[in-house]
């Protein structure tokens, strides 16, 4: 893995009799291309820090996660190419003696030389306390360790190579629609388009008559984050400080933090679908029939629930005529296998 997005990824197209109905244009973005393991989002949030983790000479990628976790299986997968160990602290202890129940997750992980340990959740809840930390550190001195999720301020940099080929895709996009879990990829998606040079980001000029108003106005862009989590409000100052905090840093280009373009972004709360890996008939269903029309895999806790958030968005009228709306595929795909 080098600092570069090693393949361009597809913006296909969605062809629907309900976007023309809704006078809107769909496209995919299929980010869940962009590396053959270490799929989606997950590669933008690992970059920077598996270069700091070189930059500190460590020899360990130490992180967390559920039974399920994305994040787990691709940290393993990132430290097996780039020549890391790597420890996963796994939430639940009853799978410490049954390798038999681990879930395809933990078997991928574990192929990849992934030590996991087990512990109970009490103990799991304290993975981000400051003694904690500062414990495994002393314990693992060899190590870098990432947080569950992979979200820190490196993460939240990662973005904008992404950002920059989707728009060089499709320069007037006006809604992007991503799943967010931590929030991490939310942040980074605002902080990269934020970064988005003038070249393209296209000026619209409405159609006037009046000499006062035919003035050249910026293309409004919103940024929409699916939590599929419940009751993910508290989330909203998380994601303000990432975005805040990788604005004040210049770690990847020059960008004056007092130049960069405001762009709208929102955290969508209603659409978790009961919850955290919940799925109900009804998304199921629309999971089944999405895939079945477009020939486009999802995964059920993250990518679909985004989509589906989608649907709903244009069904009730939130999304303006001819707007031009990309949904952008973070991968995920490793989890539909249990
Ligand atoms: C496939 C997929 N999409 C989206 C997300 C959400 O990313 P974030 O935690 O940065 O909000 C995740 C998180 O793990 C994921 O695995």
Same mark, same amino acid.
């Given at each position: 893995m080098t600092a570069k997005n090693p393949i361009k990824t597809p913006l296909t197209p969605l062809d629907s009799r309900l976007f023309d109905k809704y006078q809107v244009k769909v496209w995919i973005k299929? $980010?869940? @291309?962009?590396?053959?393991?270490?799929q989606g989002n997950k590669w933008h949030k690992l970059k920077y820090n598996l270069q700091q983790a070189r930059k500190m000479n460590k020899t360990t990628l130490l992180t967390f996660g559920g039974a399920y976790s994305n994040h787990i299986v691709a940290t393993a997968a990132a430290a097996n190419h780039m020549g890391f160990k790597s420890i996963g602290f796994i939430?639940? $202890?009853? @799978?410490a003696n049954h390798p038999e129940k681990w879930s395809h997750t933990l078997k991928t992980a574990a192929a990849n030389g992934m030590q996991l340990q087990f512990i109970n959740r009490q103990d799991y809840?304290?993975?981000?306390d400051e003694n904690t930390l500062k414990n495994l550190q002393l314990q693992f001195p060899q190590a870098y360790i990432l947080p569950e999720g992979g979200t820190n301020d490196l993460a939240v940099l990662g973005f904008d190579d992404l950002m920059t080929e989707t728009t060089q895709q499709c320069?007037?996009?006006t809604h992007l629609f991503t799943a967010t879990g931590t929030g991490g990829t939310l942040a980074g998606l605002v902080h990269a388009s934020q970064n988005l040079?003038?070249?393209?980001t296209p000026k619209i000029t409405p159609q006037s008559n009046t000499k006062s108003e035919n003035k050249t106005k910026t293309l409004s862009r919103h940024i929409l984050g699916v939590a599929?989590?419940?009751?993910?409000?508290?989330l909203i100052p998380q994601i303000q400080n990432l975005i805040y905090s990788a604005s004040q840093k210049k770690y990847h280009n020059d960008v004056n933090p007092n130049q960069t373009l405001p762009v709208n972004w929102r955290l969508l709360t209603q659409y978790h679908g009961g919850g955290y890996a919940k799925q109900s008939s009804e998304s199921r269903q629309f999971q089944t029939e999405f895939e079945s029309q477009f020939s486009i895999l999802l995964d059920p806790i993250y990518t679909n629930k985004m989509v589906y958030a989608f649907y709903q968005e244009l069904i009730k009228g939130n999304i303006k005529p001819g707007s031009n709306i990309i949904l952008l595929h973070t991968g995920g795909l490793q989890g539909r296998t249990r």
């Open positions: 299929r $980010d869940d @291309l962009n590396h053959p393991t270490v939430r639940g $202890d009853e @799978l809840r304290q993975k981000s320069p007037d996009w040079t003038p070249k393209i599929v989590l419940k009751n993910a409000d508290y």
